[in-house]
């Protein structure tokens, strides 16, 4: 079966510096790989996405994930932080390109500070 | 444009009620989820349906009952039965199994928040 942790429940960056969510996943088979963002009630957004084309992976608001097989690890990152990037973030793994069977890890706030 | 609709929004409920939490997608989508959220827990499985007429209990199904009759409609009954209803719900669709171009990911509504009073 698929899992996923996510180091840290609580991050803070001040603005402008660099974003690094952590995010690693064990699964027996290649995986899809997510990360969607989720602001107060509001539903999960997508960020971005692996389906084991290109290792690098940019996805929506300047996020980008690198996947790294040897590492289990698709850490995301944004070089610059904003004030509208303080969110709650998911990474989330499947093994198959329909949507089932879908692990999410417990999830990453993200504060940003002026 | 396609998307998921979940009303209402905001429900409360007396204990001992059932509700039913409503959840509609345009987006031709095989397969769809329920989805309960705690703060601190993240998301956990309640149910989900591959396919009109067929639906399976996912990870935390007691207290809940669902039906989909519909392709496009999925709603979800939380029972007096269910001990700790208050939660932020929500759905989700995905293509499903028989869709040919599908890269994996879940489409989410909105979200209904439930507070029992």
């Not at chain 1, 093994?95 to 417990?106: D, H, R, S």
């Not at chain 2, 999925?74 to 199994?97: D, E």
């Not at chain 2, 989410?108 to 507070?115: I, K, N, P």
């Amino acid at each position: 079966a698929q899992s996923v942790t996510q180091l840290g429940s609580h991050v803070s960056v001040s603005e402008g510096a660099l974003v690094l969510l952590r995010c690693n996943y064990s699964s027996s088979v290649p995986p899809y790989l997510f990360w969607y963002v989720q602001y107060p009630n509001q539903g999960l957004q997508l960020l971005l996405k692996y389906t084991s084309a290109a290792t690098l992976v940019k996805g929506i608001n300047g996020f980008e994930a690198e996947f790294k097989k040897s590492e289990t690890s698709f850490h995301l990152t944004k070089p610059s932080a904003h004030m509208s990037d303080a969110a709650e973030y998911f990474c989330a793994v499947t093994i198959n390109n329909y949507g089932q069977n879908f692990v999410f890890g417990p999830g990453t706030r993200l504060s940003v500070l002026p | 444009d396609g998307g998921i609709t979940q009303s209402p929004k905001y429900l409360f409920r007396k204990e001992g009620q059932n509700v039913t939490l409503s959840c509609e997608q345009n987006l031709n989508h095989d397969a769809m989820y329920w989805y309960r959220q705690d703060p601190g827990q993240g998301l956990r499985l309640i149910y989900y349906s591959q396919i009109v007429n067929d639906f399976q209990k996912g990870d935390i199904a007691e207290g809940y009952s669902v039906s989909r009759e519909k392709k496009e409609s999925f709603p979800l009954t939380v029972t007096s039965a269910q001990k700790n209803p208050t939660a932020f719900y929500l759905c989700a669709s995905s293509i499903g199994w028989r869709g040919r171009r599908g890269t994996g990911e879940l489409f989410f509504g909105e979200g209904s928040r439930l507070t029992v009073l």
